[in-house]
């Protein structure tokens, strides 16, 4: 055998060697992509635990949209339109049937009639006054979604925390900065700006739309179920005649 067939047959072993090596440092490298994947350990939670803890963080009930429009870039995970309103009948199912749960996803309720306001979210440990929706609240709930969006975004840019896609999450803010009347320029982002106005803006109308939910829970307690102050009215409130024009009369059942 020559002596070129020796180094010949020499490489190939080095470079079977090399490979075999490459394979095992890319196998490793994956296996640490994994675990350090921004936020990676959540993409597979139930919407369900996603959810609570959006309401949580942002301390008023949100919307399907919002909330769908977030969980897209902050987590990586595309939520069907559908899914919510099967979220919505999971979460009665459960209340009603012998699976207790410490916290239930709920809506908020009309502050006349106590109905479901199903496209709004909101915890079941929350008081009753923080899920009611009155004549103004439903823009005050526009600008509190849109303010915890803002500093989601914000958070996300200082780097307190990862998002799956950090420039979606921006725009995503930017729209519900613009959404809200304020002004908003390409490739500028002033979170800090955006959210004072926000303050400014609840500042005028959020203790009067308080004070009308408070007196409107005070009577919701006493017409609704536990049932029904979490997932609203299935029939429509009775009253006496003449008691509250906005009411469903006794005469109507007839």
């Known amino acids: 055998m020559s002596r070129s067939t020796d180094d ?17 440092v890319r196998e490793r490298r994956a296996e640490l992509e994994k675990l350090t994947r921004p936020r990676g350990e959540k993409k597979g939670r139930p919407l369900r635990d996603i959810t609570l803890d959006m309401l949580q ?29 099967t979220l919505s009948n999971d979460e009665a199912s459960s209340f009603e049937s012998s699976r207790a749960r410490p916290v239930y ?39 509190k979604g849109a303010a915890w969006t803002i500093n989601l975004a914000r958070l ?4 307190q925390i990862t998002a799956d896609n950090r420039d979606t999450l921006q725009y995503v ?10 002004p908003v320029q390409r490739t500028k982002f002033p979170y800090d700006e955006w959210l004072a106005m926000i303050a400014a803006a609840l500042n005028k109308h959020e203790a009067e739309d308080r004070a009308l939910r408070e007196a409107a829970a005070a009577e919701l ?33 007839r």
């Not at 490979?19 to 095992?24: Q, S």
């Not at 009930?61 to 595309?78: E, F």
């Not at 996803?105 to 502050?111: A, D, G, K, N, S």
């Not at 803010?173 to 304020?182: I, M, P, V």
């Open 8 to 24: 010949i047959d020499h490489l190939k072993a080095q470079e079977a060697d090399l490979e075999r090596r490459l394979n095992e």
């Open 57 to 85: 963080e942002a301390h008023c009930p949100l919307n399907s949209l919002l909330l769908a429009s977030v969980i897209r870039p902050l987590h990586g995970r595309s939520i069907p339109a559908t899914r919510f309103g």
């Open 105 to 143: 996803l709920c809506h908020c309720l009309t502050y006349d009639q106590g109905q479901a306001v199903k496209r709004f979210w909101a915890r079941s440990d929350w008081p009753l006054a923080d899920r009611i929706m009155g004549p103004m609240t439903g823009r005050i709930l526009f600008l």
């Open 156 to 159: 996300v840019s200082e780097e």
């Open 173 to 182: 803010a930017a729209d519900q900065a613009r959404d809200a009347g304020f």
């Open 221 to 253: 307690e006493q017409q609704l179920s536990e049932r029904d102050q979490l997932f609203g009215s299935r029939t429509g409130l009775v009253s006496l005649p003449g008691s509250r024009r906005s009411w469903r009369s006794t005469n109507d059942d």
